[in-house]
């Protein structure tokens, strides 16, 4: 889905785009989605441990060895969906921005490499117990992660201009599209939510031109000629007004 509301994903909180990873991960992996349930229920179990008057260290390490163990895959394949978002994103961005500028998306794990995650982990979590046991909360993991969306290497909260961020989340959307297409061999349904009042002419013709004409595409506007009269001629219309639909003859 394609929503005014989604410009507000630059400058949210990592929380909300750990969201849209997640969301979008789950459309194309069930393992991912058993690794996220899994992750969840040790983390809440450990941070419930860490509130405890007396702490066990034996039981505590037991513990932190699970939520290393359930991170390990959950991070390969954060990074693995991040490759596959940027095999996507750039040339979707070209095409509906008719420009040049480099874009790109980053994955902000709790390691610094894709190599030995287990050792990493380890040694993170032990450099972190102490702050844990202070604070009584696990500070280290994937329920921290984020992503980074950058233009020519800045973050684009910094750089971009309104109209660089709305294509730039079009283009993060199609890439989704794509992918969704590409692993699952399933065509999604797309519903564009007043958003081609927010671009140009050339815009809503490059948005339209980007994505898979075989796709049915829901679109809602409050002016029709916000739709392109080809995209219309191929459509199907309907109206709302006074809480009814109704279809509209040509």
Same mark, same amino acid.
């Given at each position: 889905m394609?929503?005014?509301?989604?410009?507000?994903l +630059?400058?949210?909180?990592?929380?909300e785009?750990r969201?849209l990873?997640d969301?979008?991960m789950?459309k194309?992996s069930?393992?991912?989605?058993?690794?996220?349930n899994?992750?969840?229920?040790v983390l809440?179990e450990?941070?419930?441990y860490?509130k405890?008057?007396s702490?066990?260290?034996?039981?505590?390490?037991?513990?932190?060895?699970q939520?290393?163990?359930?991170?390990?895959?959950m991070?390969?394949?954060?990074?693995?969906?991040?490759?596959?978002?940027?095999?996507?994103?750039?040339?979707?961005?070209?095409?509906?921005?008719?420009?040049?500028?480099?874009?790109?998306a980053e994955y902000?794990a709790?390691?610094?490499?894709r190599?030995?995650?287990?050792?990493?982990?380890t040694?993170? +979590?032990a450099?972190?117990?102490?702050?844990?046991?202070? +604070?009584?909360?696990t500070?280290l993991?994937?329920h921290?992660?984020d992503?980074?969306?950058?233009?020519?290497?800045?973050?684009?909260?910094n750089i971009?201009?309104?109209?660089?961020?709305?294509?730039?989340?079009l283009?993060i959307?199609?890439?989704?599209?794509?992918?969704?297409?590409?692993?699952?061999?399933?065509?999604?349904?797309v519903?564009?939510d007043d958003?081609?009042?927010?671009?140009?002419a050339?815009?809503?013709?490059a948005?339209?031109?980007?994505?898979?004409?075989?796709l049915?595409?829901?679109?809602?506007?409050?002016?029709?000629?916000?739709?392109?009269e080809w995209?219309r001629?191929?459509?199907?219309?309907?109206?709302?007004?006074?809480?009814?639909?109704f279809?509209?003859?040509t």
């Open positions: 394609f929503s005014p509301s989604d410009m507000d +630059f400058e949210a909180s990592p929380r785009r969201k990873m969301v979008e789950g194309i069930l393992p991912y989605l058993s690794h996220l899994r992750y969840q229920k809440k450990r941070n419930a860490l405890e008057k702490i066990d260290p034996s039981y505590l390490e037991v513990l932190t060895k939520c290393i163990d359930t991170q390990i895959e991070i390969e394949l954060r990074y693995r969906f991040i490759d596959d978002l940027n095999e996507h994103l750039q040339d979707y961005f070209t095409k509906i921005s008719a420009s040049d500028v480099k874009v790109e902000k709790p390691v610094e490499s190599e030995n995650l287990e050792q990493q982990l040694e993170k +979590f450099k972190s117990l102490e702050r844990d046991l202070t +604070f009584r909360q500070h993991g994937v921290r992660d992503i980074a969306f950058t233009m020519e290497g800045v973050a684009v909260e971009a201009s309104q109209g660089q961020k709305r294509v730039l989340i283009a959307k199609c890439s989704l599209i794509a992918m969704i297409e590409k692993r699952t061999g399933r065509k999604p349904v519903l564009l958003v081609l009042s927010e671009l140009d050339v815009r809503r013709k948005l339209f031109m980007a994505l898979d004409p075989t049915q595409t829901l679109i809602t506007t409050t002016d029709l000629e916000d739709v392109r995209v001629s191929k459509a199907t219309v309907y109206v709302v007004d006074n809480g009814k639909i279809e509209r003859r």
